[in-house]
């Protein structure tokens, strides 16, 4: 998917990365100079353009882990997840190891986090049969009990593909990844997307509102 021979704007030229997008020519470039454009451009530049570089940047990275993750694995897509998780957070985080390092060498440093993961996953389940990575969510997601684990899931992705705001997408990914939407310890919603607390709150109501009203389709 990647080529070099298509010539990335400047990190920081808005007006390039826009363009770029606007012709769908974002897959012929290097996944490196698309985190270095997240990442200059920051919290204070044009959020639409680094909503949409970044979610890019998730489907490259959950392409790259479905290669990578054994498909034999009973947990594999939670494995996926908390991998794709992580590394969203580092491309945030531009001092970060994580997020210096998926500028310079993107494939190496997923293959590697996906590699860490497995091993970490596999030395966990031998110690502790039951073990789970997340805490439950403070609200649960409203699904019709009558659903498969199956149906639910078809059901949230659905939901959160038909948002065209790819920032809020990834707001509600990690609510559901058990990240809190506000906090004064440690990471929370606002704090990766940089947004303030109520519209982390506000964003979180609003999808969970929408499943709520397409409950009734599923039941």
């Given amino acids: 998917m990647e080529t070099e021979d298509e010539q990335s704007p400047d990190p920081a030229d808005c007006a390039g990365w826009r363009r770029i997008i606007s012709q769908n020519r974002l897959p012929s470039l290097r996944a490196e100079a698309i985190v270095a454009a997240i990442q200059t451009i920051g919290p204070d530049g044009d959020q639409h353009i680094v909503g949409l570089l970044l979610q890019h940047v998730a489907d490259r990275i959950t392409r790259i882990l479905h290669f990578r993750v ?34 310079v060498a993107f494939r190496i440093r997923v ?34 009990p009558h659903w498969t684990h199956e149906e639910q899931s078809a059901h949230v992705e659905s939901i959160l593909r ?41 964003w979180i109501a609003e999808v969970q509102a929408m499943l709520k009203l397409t409950i009734g389709e599923g039941s």
């Fill in 111 to 144: 293959e590697f986090r996906a590699l860490d993961a497995i091993r970490k996953e596999d030395k966990y389940r031998k110690k502790e049969p039951s073990y789970h990575e997340h805490e439950a969510l403070s609200e649960p997601i409203p699904i019709s």
């Fill in 70 to 103: 054994d498909r034999q694995r009973a947990n594999r897509d939670e494995i996926i997840d908390r991998i794709q998780f992580t590394l969203l957070q580092a491309v945030l985080q531009p001092q970060s190891a994580d997020g210096k390092n998926l500028r």
């Fill in 162 to 202: 038909s948002i065209p705001d790819p920032r809020k997408q990834l707001a509600f990914r990690f609510f559901m990844d058990g990240m809190p939407m506000k906090s004064k310890k440690g990471h929370s919603i606002s704090q990766a997307l940089k947004i303030s607390d109520k519209t982390a709150e506000k």
